[in-house]
């Protein structure tokens, strides 16, 4: 530890001077004195890893795992990671996006542009973004295209969002067949108050099954037996006429883009988000997965939360009413972003969080719903996305995948996925390995990321975030690099 901390800041001076100046050599010329030491760590790392799961992913060849990516590009990258690894200057920087006098300014802006927003977005349109698809599918992976964009507080607000998540969808349409997704998000086609209103009459039919919810169309359950019910304390009222009117409209706009999907094959990710909202996001994914997942590739997949308490309970649901309905089983798995604001409502009702009371809780519980859906996946019944930046998770991933032959050449019934600018070690590994990969690329004006770029350097946050296995990867292979150079000119 002591180790790490000393060479990660003689590191972090030296590369990020030759970044900022764009000479790599001079970086890792720099970084030349502590190549013996960076290694044991690196290597100490990977043995940690290597203990805890079976080995398909290999990390320790860093020549091979970064072969393609430039020098340049690997500096830039450590650089970025070492800086969000600093508390205090993340701090500073996340306070300073949050101040509308800042983050409203151009200045500020360019600031954000030049830093966390070149590392973390694909670009401010839909076509820098998908030059960016472009450039992965050269490299093996695959991207994720996701227009970024918050809540949605009214009708008209809706409307603008599906016509950018429309024109995400044509975008992805004229890219190399099978290279791009989409991803959306329920909360900028219905307005938040009502997915909150429609949530919470949801999860009184869940308590009271005999309560009728007119405007509710066929889907599969959304919440289970150990569902958290406690936001629903008492009975809400009913939808005012127009306020289900306005829900058909949501719903006559997801299925609008799960149709141009559907027309041009583009599989279509839905976000998951938190509590007070998630019943009636699952609601509608679900009434899109029964409209478009019949047919021989499913469009509409959905997103299950591993961190909730009741995800594997409402997993196994799920599994069984499509099999029911004969439709394919299409989810991303994610350990879910929402921690805090759970929490605090939580807390704020004096109820036990929904999420598990511990870390390990929450590891068990991703790792046991991705065996489960392999499984399914292997029988044909599901399509997977694997969404995580844990080595231990895409490790054991990965042997169970190759166990029940699955993943490799070209099957589309899984995919890994990592956001980008994040974990490309174990991006590369996965590629590496044979298995489809894709990166989430999201892309907006900078004004309109700030959120996403916040929560990104949030959780970058500290030497032990989940970056530190990567800034070690690539510490090693500039390293590797700089002796090769050297060497080549003796
Ligand atoms: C491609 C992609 C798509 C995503 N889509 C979504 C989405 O739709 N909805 C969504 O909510 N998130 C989404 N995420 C974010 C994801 O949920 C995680 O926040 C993020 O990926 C970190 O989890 P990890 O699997 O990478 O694991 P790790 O890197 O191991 O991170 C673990 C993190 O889990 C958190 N955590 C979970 N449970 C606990 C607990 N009980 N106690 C303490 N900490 C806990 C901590 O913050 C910890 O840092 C997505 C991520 C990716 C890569």
């Not at 511990?358 to 719903?369: E, K, M, R, V």
């Not at 599901?382 to 070209?410: K, M, Y």
């Not at 350097?457 to 989940?466: F, I, K, V």
Request: hydrophobic share 45%; aromatic share 6%.
């Amino acid at each position: 530890m002591a180790i790490a901390s000393r060479i990660q800041k003689r590191v972090l001076a030296s590369f990020a001077a030759a970044a900022a100046a764009k000479l790599p050599e001079a970086a890792v010329a720099a970084a030349g004195g502590a190549a013996e030491a960076v290694e044991e760590v690196a290597s100490s790392a990977q043995e940690q890893v290597q203990a805890q799961g079976a080995q398909v992913l290999e990390f320790g060849d860093t020549e091979r795992l970064f072969a393609g990516e430039r020098s340049t590009s690997l500096v830039r990258t450590l650089a970025v990671l070492q800086a969000l690894s600093v508390g205090p200057l993340v701090d500073v920087a996340t306070a300073a996006l949050r101040s509308p006098a800042v983050a409203g300014s151009a200045a500020g802006r360019a600031a954000a542009r030049a830093t966390a927003y070149q590392h973390f977005c694909a670009g401010e349109t839909a076509e820098e973004a998908a030059a960016a698809v472009r450039r992965l599918w050269r490299g093996g992976m695959g991207g994720i295209l996701d227009y970024g964009i918050e809540d949605a507080e009214d009708g008209p607000a809706c409307d603008r969002n599906a016509a950018g998540f429309l024109a995400a969808i044509d975008v992805a349409a004229a890219l190399p067949p099978g290279s791009a997704s989409v991803c959306i998000k329920i909360t900028a086609l219905c307005p938040v108050a009502l997915l909150e209103k429609a949530s919470d009459l949801l999860r009184w039919q869940q308590k009271h099954p005999a309560t009728k919810l007119p405007w509710k169309v066929h889907g599969f359950p959304v919440l289970c037996v150990s569902s958290p019910l406690y936001l629903t304390a008492a009975e809400p009222p009913a939808l005012e006429a127009e306020e289900e009117r306005e829900l058909e409209m949501a719903h006559g706009r997801l299925l609008a883009i799960g149709e141009r999907c559907a027309e041009y094959d583009i599989p279509l990710l839905v976000d998951a988000e938190y509590a007070t909202v998630q019943p009636a996001i699952d609601y509608f994914t679900f009434a899109g997965a029964l409209a478009f997942n019949g047919g021989g590739r499913p469009i509409v997949h959905g997103t299950v939360q591993a961190y909730l308490r009741d995800a594997r309970d409402r997993l196994e649901a799920m599994a069984r009413a499509a099999q029911g309905e004969r439709v394919c089983l299409a989810l991303k798995l994610v350990r879910g972003a929402y921690l805090a604001r759970e929490a605090r409502l939580a807390a704020s009702l004096g109820v036990p969080s929904p999420v598990h009371r511990s870390i390990q809780d929450t590891h068990d519980c991703y790792n046991g719903c991705a065996a489960f859906l392999l499984d399914r996946v292997r029988r044909g019944a599901a399509a997977v996305t694997l969404a995580t930046h844990n080595v231990e998770s895409g490790q054991l991933a990965a042997a169970r995948a190759l166990e029940l032959g699955i993943g490799g050449g070209g099957d589309r019934g899984l995919q890994f996925a990592q956001l980008m600018g994040m974990a490309d070690g174990l991006s590369l590994g996965l590629r590496n390995a044979g298995f489809q990969v894709s990166k989430y690329l999201p892309y907006g004006p900078v004004e309109q990321i700030i959120p996403y770029l916040i929560r990104r350097a949030e959780e970058n946050r500290g030497l032990l975030s989940s970056s530190s296995f990567d800034r070690q990867l690539l510490r090693k292979e500039l390293v590797r690099r700089f002796k090769a150079a050297m060497l080549g000119r003796e």
